[in-house]
């Protein structure tokens, strides 16, 4: 009986356009942070992004797509960060008051490129209210201040706009201070827990969070009695 001898035919690359629109405007984003509207190209992108060039071009057939669907895109993604699946509804009722602010300043720690992508285009756009994760952020803000949790009065527009400003631009100072992870975590937790302390002696009624308050009580005091210390050892 003879043997029958076969040959494998080799396996063909499995197709992931998904995944090759989204390294596209990853690389998008840092470009587009970098070098501003004006230097962003379909071809550098492909390039950067080790995709044929082509295939780019099947995705976006021009700069101008490629422009408006990568600021799209890094809407979208804050969107997904700090408020997740928006028809998780059980995920969104347990959401403590801790979880937006410190989502919000870690994924601007690791991401400050596309902070700066999102807060250029707010501030070029002729209609900033469009934008989705401004519309989210501000939907949230004005949930919250119609509860019995917030102080009355609360002006949810400014008070969106002071609390993502700020968290866009403080990676920008943390990362000219910080280099290892390890550092720009901890400069994370420092914009969370200040971002707390305004919000709990500012628009929450604290009263209505006393874990929270004594935590913030706590935490202070810690900082309070490192300071102490040190500044002792310094006059030493």
């Not at 690791?110 to 250029?120: D, T, Y």
Request: hydrophobic share 40%; glycine share 4%.
């Amino acid at each position: 009986m003879s043997e029958e001898t076969t040959t494998a035919k080799p396996k063909k690359a499995r197709r992931d356009p998904e995944g090759t629109r989204r390294a596209i405007l990853e690389v998008a984003g840092k470009l587009l942070a970098k070098d501003g509207p004006e230097g962003l190209s379909v071809s550098q992108v492909a390039q950067l992004a080790g995709i044929n060039r082509g295939t780019a071009y099947h995705h976006f057939p021009t700069r101008e797509m490629l422009l408006d669907a990568t600021k799209a895109w890094v809407s979208e993604q804050l969107c997904l960060e700090v408020f997740g699946d928006p028809d998780d509804e059980a995920h969104a009722s347990r959401r403590d008051p801790r979880s937006v602010p410190e989502k919000l300043a870690h994924f601007a720690m690791a991401n400050p490129e596309f902070g700066r992508v999102w807060l250029f285009d707010l501030l070029s756009s002729s209609q900033p209210s469009d934008d989705p994760f401004w519309k989210q952020y501000k939907a949230h803000v004005d949930r919250f201040a119609v509860t019995e949790l917030a102080q009355p009065g609360i002006d949810t527009e400014v008070h969106a706009i002071r609390m993502l400003v700020g968290v866009f631009l403080w990676p920008v100072w943390a990362h000219a201070h910080a280099n290892s992870p390890a550092e720009l975590k901890k400069m994370a937790d420092r914009y969370t827990d200040e971002a707390l302390r305004y919000n709990l002696y500012g628009a929450m009624r604290k009263e209505m969070f006393p874990e929270l308050d004594a935590a913030v009580i706590s935490k202070a005091k810690t900082k309070t009695k490192a300071k102490a210390k040190s500044s002792s050892k310094v006059a030493k």
